[in-house]
């Protein structure tokens, strides 16, 4: 018999604030400022089987796609007690190759009570560029790539994989103080993992989440079963993939059965040159994050949450990539795209609940050098507006969608990197118009005070992000670049050299409006 909704809901807190426990130790112990500031890691924890089982309230993008992580560990290894396995190839189970993950298992005595697992974005592990972001042709181009293979055996680290990570990274010293701290948040889960086995006992804890699966399955197909049956489709697009200028379709078709939904990507635009293809893990993850919000936040997060998910995807497509097509972007700007087709096809099915589009980019900005006494690798996503929905404004200078980190505070930029934040304020009169209006986004602009080298990557350039039932859609964002007193406006996606006393003026766009216009 299954255990009743009170003790389930204990059991699902339980056994989430041991991947909020492992996150804390990550942040806190980290060295670099994309982890320690801004939080860039997810943490999670998994049944005996590899299945989903709870999860800190951390990264989406990271999220939806650590069930992959997991099965691609442990089709390669059989996990001993004080083994921790690494990996970051967005083909075996990642999704970008700066998101480095880590999977180790939890064992009472001889028995195994579950596998914990982490992803964090390190700011830089090779490629073509400081930040490991750039307009790559291929993945070999974006940096180092590891499959699963063991960083700790039996509790003793494996040096060499530690060495390999950190000779293939401008900034070695912080990237072995950031591998230092994950690997110290699997040992603090594992300690709670245990003390819960202790508490519950082991049989417990094993049916205790194949019970909260099948409640989380139970409640969905509930929530489901409430949206009006039928076909919903969308289209919207990325500006462009950085080597052409055509507009890149997101299409996708959302068919309503009864408990269950099917969500088909058919005439989604080809892989492109670009590095903005998506393994099908990042796509997995977006669409399974649209359906939580509208399912609703109380349903448990875990495997039976997607039980009722159905996904197709045509082979070799945008969203579906195949080896060694470039994925970069992908994870950071395709898949806020996905989000804003899935949420742009379900506003006819659920008018009294949708958003217009949100800022719809990460307006990813890296900047960094290899030489020089003190190499660097800044990397952040800047906020943007959200979209004004059927009973709110939408919030502004906020992140949204696939992100949900902080901005790194001026005074751990500037302490860190060589680098000076002019002006941070929020862009006003950026989002759109409407009954509602859309969130303005951000103006930020960054002097450097060194030589280097700067990527952009950004989207909703050309286009700003829509409106919905008669609002005005959010402005556009502009990249710009100023020297010696000239201003030119950049590319959304372009790797560039600056000098010392140039200015980076990053401006995100604002949310779409909702509802007819207002004088």
Request: aromatic share 6%; net charge negative; with cysteine.
């Amino acid at each position: 018999m299954r255990a009743g909704a009170f003790t389930l809901e204990v059991f699902r807190n339980q056994v989430s604030a041991v991947a909020e426990e492992m996150g804390a130790a990550l942040h806190h112990s980290a060295y670099s400022p994309n982890i320690k500031e801004r939080k860039d890691h997810s943490c999670a924890v998994f049944d005996p089987e590899g299945k989903l089982a709870a999860q800190a309230e951390h990264i989406p993008v990271h999220l939806g796609a650590m069930p992959e992580t997991v099965r691609a560990v442990l089709d390669r290894f059989n996990l001993k007690p004080g083994d921790v396995a690494v990996l970051n190839d967005p083909y075996s189970g990642g999704t970008h190759l700066p998101d480095i993950s880590m999977v180790s298992p939890a064992f009472k005595g001889r028995r195994l009570v579950g596998f914990l697992a982490s992803r964090a974005h390190h700011s830089d592990v090779g490629g073509l560029a400081p930040g490991s972001l750039a307009l790559s042709s291929d993945i070999f181009q974006e940096g180092l790539i590891l499959p699963p293979v063991l960083i700790r055996r039996h509790g003793d680290p494996e040096q060499g994989v530690v060495d390999l990570i950190c000779r293939n990274s401008r900034t070695p010293e912080e990237r072995s103080g950031d591998i230092a701290a994950q690997i110290g948040a699997h040992s603090v889960g594992e300690h709670r993992l245990l003390a819960l086995a202790e508490r519950l006992g082991t049989g417990a804890l094993i049916r205790g989440y194949s019970d909260l699966m099948d409640y989380s399955e139970e409640l969905t197909r509930l929530a489901i079963s409430r949206i009006p049956r039928g076909d919903y489709a969308f289209t919207d697009h990325l500006d462009n993939d950085g080597f052409s200028d055509e507009p890149v379709p997101v299409k996708v078709k959302v068919s309503v059965k009864s408990g269950s939904v099917l969500v088909d990507f058919t005439g989604t635009s080809p892989a492109v040159e670009g590095p903005f293809n998506c393994p099908l893990s990042v796509t997995l993850s977006a669409t399974y994050y649209v359906f939580r919000c509208i399912t609703g936040g109380d349903i448990p997060a875990n495997d039976g949450a997607f039980r009722p998910i159905e996904v197709f995807v045509p082979e070799g497509c945008l969203v579906a990539a195949k080896r060694p097509r470039p994925v970069c972007g992908g994870n950071i700007e395709t898949s806020q795209r996905i989000v804003d087709a899935l949420l742009g096809a379900l506003s006819d099915a659920l008018p009294e609940l949708m958003p217009a589009a949100s800022y719809g980019t990460m307006s990813n900005l890296s900047i960094g050098r290899a030489s020089g006494p003190y190499p660097f690798s800044y990397y952040e996503t800047i906020a943007g507006g959200a979209g004004g929905g059927p009973a709110f404004a939408g919030a502004s200078a906020t992140q949204a969608h696939m992100t949900n980190t902080l901005n790194t505070p001026i005074e751990a930029l500037e302490c860190s990197y060589p680098l000076r934040v002019l002006h941070y304020r929020i862009r006003r009169g950026s989002g759109g118009s409407g009954a509602h209006r859309g969130g303005d986004g951000l103006d930020r602009a960054l002097e450097v005070l060194e030589d280097c080298t700067v990527t952009v990557m950004g989207d909703r350039r050309k286009t700003g992000p829509w409106g919905l039932s008669g609002g005005a859609p959010g402005k556009q964002g502009r990249d710009y670049l100023i020297s010696e007193g000239n201003r030119r406006k950049l590319s959304s996606k372009i790797t560039f050299s600056v000098n010392s006393g140039d200015v980076i003026r990053i401006l995100t766009p604002g949310g779409g409006g909702w509802g007819g216009h207002l004088a």
